[in-house]
């Protein structure tokens, strides 16, 4: 009984989130100020109804031509003067006219349709890159894009099924429980309700019980899969400790178990389609056997016959897909709510609502008492205090977790801090908007990550708009023009995913001149030359040298030879300022940055 009730608030749990999603779609379909859309939401919904009434006419027109070719008594369209050819002929364009009406509601909501899967998914995608980098460091980026596109895919489907199956289903089964309520008496209507009923609570049962076999199915298929998977890709492991049939006895293990997921899958799928199938002969052989008693005590005519048996058959057609359906639509509620609980996560960094634009006039960056930590209980920053003048290159170094990096990504606010304050040019960074902050500063970051598009591409990303001229201009000032032009295709290469086509120190230099491109008064440099070997980063030294010119620069690193001659050296431990100074005045006070000095040179005494 405890795992009924359970089972039974699951469902109603799953009933009300469904609803929940539907009600979030709807704004999309009816969008404020778009009188457009509303127009063609109106019309497909007054032309859907129009091919409903004419699909419940249309067997009207066959009965009475049956009745007109065998008349005992002149029947209404025969005193009209259509005759049985003419009540064919009525027949067939009624036909064609539901089914011309049903496309014609198809190709004008397509655009309403399509339009709201378009603003759903520009909003994911948007919302997504306004939350925070707290956000994205646990999240998979594949489980990003899976959420996006089975989310769409699930609204394409829901509106689909729900607007043209589901919906037409319950309009036509409305009106032929009213005709035959009103022509042929109340228990017609009866047999075809209580029929309707029972087959739909036994679809949406079964269907339960089937999506749970289903996911087992599912599940032992994926394991199977793994398995094969992992054994092929240590394929020489296997080799070497002789483990062929280990492996094969653990795939033919999976695989049992799938098969016998997958027999209780057809077996129970034979179980629902002939349960359907009792269900609505039942239903249909207890109409038409009501209906024959009329025909022979003469209340009805043949042609009610054939009506009646035509209204059976034709609500019998959209019901077989219903168990179908209704598995389709409870993925799609599911799928789709993974999307809306996405679009309900909060952004952790937002602009105030009369945050100004950040006017950067010399480019002083102040950090004043800093307080800060990815986790409430662990503090990263403990209070640290630095002025970084106009146009004055500081680098920060220390040791791992030290919190270097902290730093750059309070600077560019991928978070806000906990106490205290950071401000350019007098200005704290949480008064004003993050697009003009993320315009003044400029990045090159320890491992430049490139588009899986072109060279041009990469490099104009810095200002898009910047002309050809502009963009050469910043590749020879990274030393990478002379390279893009040997390359077969020039500027028009491909990097590939990442930039993997182009070695460590070219995507750097490709880096390096974008953010020239930009040119921003404020320069970050985290570690931009760490992941490269000795001699590829004495080369792009030079280059960011030539680029820290007239700008203020913010270096954090970790190959200290590389910021010996920096204005200012600030050294960090456990998140508080231990030494700062220059390289010449550190190495005399014999303190921490000498005794990271000495261990480097030690390490690399090429460095």
Do not use: C
């Not at 319950?170 to 009103?182: K, N, S, T, Y």
Request: proline share 3%.
């Amino acid at each position: 009984m405890r795992r009924l009730a359970k089972t039974d608030e699951n469902l109603s749990d799953a009933r009300v989130q469904g609803w929940s999603v539907i009600r979030a779609v709807l704004p999309y379909l009816w969008p404020e100020g778009d009188k457009g859309v509303k127009i063609r939401v109106v019309t497909s919904l007054l032309a859907l109804f129009l091919s409903q009434i004419i699909a419940v006419v249309t067997p009207i027109f066959f009965s009475q031509a049956v009745d007109a070719l065998a008349p005992e008594e002149p029947t209404a369209a025969t005193y009209l003067g259509l005759g049985a050819v003419g009540l064919v002929l009525a027949y067939g364009f009624t036909r064609v006219l539901s089914v011309g009406l049903q496309q014609l509601r198809d190709v004008i909501f397509t655009k309403v349709g399509q339009g709201a899967l378009r603003a759903l998914a520009l909003e994911t995608f948007t919302h997504i890159h306004r939350l925070s980098m707290r956000y994205h460091i646990t999240r998979k980026t594949g489980g990003l894009s899976r959420i996006i596109e089975r989310g769409v895919k699930g609204v394409e489907f829901l509106l689909r099924f729900l607007l043209f199956s589901v919906g037409p289903l319950i309009v036509q089964l409305l009106m032929i429980a009213g005709v035959l309520f009103f022509n042929f008496g109340v228990w017609y209507t009866i047999v075809v309700v209580i029929t309707i009923a029972i087959y739909v609570w036994f679809t949406f049962t079964v269907t339960e019980w089937r999506v749970k076999i289903r996911k087992e199915m599912n599940d032992q298929d994926t394991d199977a899969n793994q398995k094969a998977i992992d054994s092929l890709l240590n394929f020489e492991t296997v080799k070497y400790f002789g483990a062929e049939k280990w492996e094969a006895d653990r795939y033919n293990g999976a695989m049992h178990n799938y098969m016998l997921a997958a027999i209780k899958t057809n077996y129970s799928l034979a179980f629902l389609n002939f349960g359907q199938t009792v269900i609505i002969t039942a239903g249909l052989v207890g109409v038409m056997v009501m209906a024959a008693f009329g025909v022979e005590n003469g209340t009805l005519t043949v042609g009610d016959f054939v009506l009646v048996n035509a209204y059976m058959i034709q609500i019998t057609m959209p019901l077989n897909f219903l168990g179908t359906v209704y598995r389709e639509i409870r993925q799609a509620l599911i799928d789709m709510g993974g999307m809306f609980e996405l679009l309900s996560q909060p952004a952790e960094v937002v602009d105030k609502p009369a945050a100004n634009v950040l006017k950067v006039q010399g480019g002083e960056v102040v950090l004043d008492d800093v307080y800060f930590g990815y986790d409430k209980e662990r503090g990263i920053l403990k209070g640290v205090s630095l002025t970084v003048k106009p146009g004055q290159t500081v680098a920060i170094v220390g040791s791992s977790g030290s919190g270097k990096s902290t730093i750059g990504r309070l600077l560019f606010r991928f978070y806000d801090v906990v106490g205290g304050a950071m401000r350019i040019d007098g200005q704290d960074l949480r008064d004003v908007t993050q697009e003009s902050l993320h315009a003044q500063v400029g990045v090159v970051p320890q491992d430049t990550v490139l588009f899986n598009d072109t060279v041009h591409y990469n490099i104009a990303y810095g200002r898009p708009t910047a002309s050809e001229d502009e963009i050469i201009a910043a590749a020879k000032a990274a030393k990478i023009h002379d390279f893009i032009v040997s390359l077969p295709d020039g500027y028009e290469t491909t990097v590939g995913e990442r930039g993997l086509k182009l070695s460590g120190g070219e995507k750097q230099r490709v880096g390096i001149a974008r953010t020239l491109l930009k040119n921003p008064p404020i320069l970050l440099l985290d570690e931009a030359t760490s992941a490269l070997d000795t001699q590829t980063e004495m080369e792009i030294q030079a280059e960011l040298k030539a680029m820290a010119q007239g700008r203020t620069v913010i270096t954090i690193a970790h190959r200290l030879s590389t910021i010996a001659d920096a204005d200012l050296i600030v050294v960090l431990e456990d998140g508080k300022i231990v030494e700062q100074g220059t390289h010449d005045g550190l190495l005399a006070s014999d303190g921490r940055y000498a005794h990271l000095w000495n261990r480097q040179v030690e390490e690399d005494p090429v460095a």
